[in-house]
């Protein structure tokens, strides 16, 4: 009873690495394509696949990239929303979001990434702002 236990355990660890580990390499992705430009399409893995460790075959695909047109601005969010489990801070989870902003979306968060914003640091505060500002009218 208690190796299974311990070998539970063990693959929770693991799949929780894992998900560290895409989301360093995500971050990292970030952080060679800087949101003033534009991503190149091909260097963003339009899946997230778990590593070796887990053994797992589940892969979560990334949400699309959002332009900022106001009927779309849900369901972005809420795909955003599944992936944050894999992001340890709201400042990763904001970067995230603004990873995948393209056109008038990007448009408006460049004065907070420039800026230094507090919205960069906390999600709630970012997300406030990102729907008032992507709001029709």
């Known amino acids: 009873m208690a190796f299974q236990v311990m070998q539970t ?3 929770d660890l693991c799949a929780r690495q894992d998900q ?3 989301a360093v390499h995500f971050i990292i992705t970030c952080l060679n394509h800087p949101p003033a430009t534009p991503l190149d399409a091909a260097a963003v893995p339009r899946t997230v696949t778990p590593l070796a460790c887990s053994g797992s075959t ?3 695909p990334l949400p699309p990239r959002y332009d ?12 955003c929303t ?7 801070s709201d ?8 990873c995948l902003l ?15 914003s507090p919205e960069f640091s906390d999600l709630s505060l970012f997300l406030t702002d990102f729907l008032y500002s992507v709001r029709p009218g």
């Not at 900022?68 to 795909?79: E, S």
């Not at 599944?82 to 340890?88: D, K, Q, Y």
């Not at 056109?103 to 004065?111: G, T």
């Open 9 to 11: 355990n063990l693959h």
């Open 20 to 22: 560290l580990l895409l």
């Open 58 to 60: 589940v892969s979560l």
């Open 68 to 79: 900022g047109d106001p009927r779309a601005c849900k369901d972005f969010i809420n795909q």
């Open 82 to 88: 599944i992936h944050f489990r894999l992001f340890p």
């Open 91 to 98: 400042e990763a989870r904001v970067a995230f979001i603004i």
């Open 102 to 116: 393209t056109d008038k979306a990007l448009a408006w968060v460049n004065p907070i990434l420039e800026g230094q």
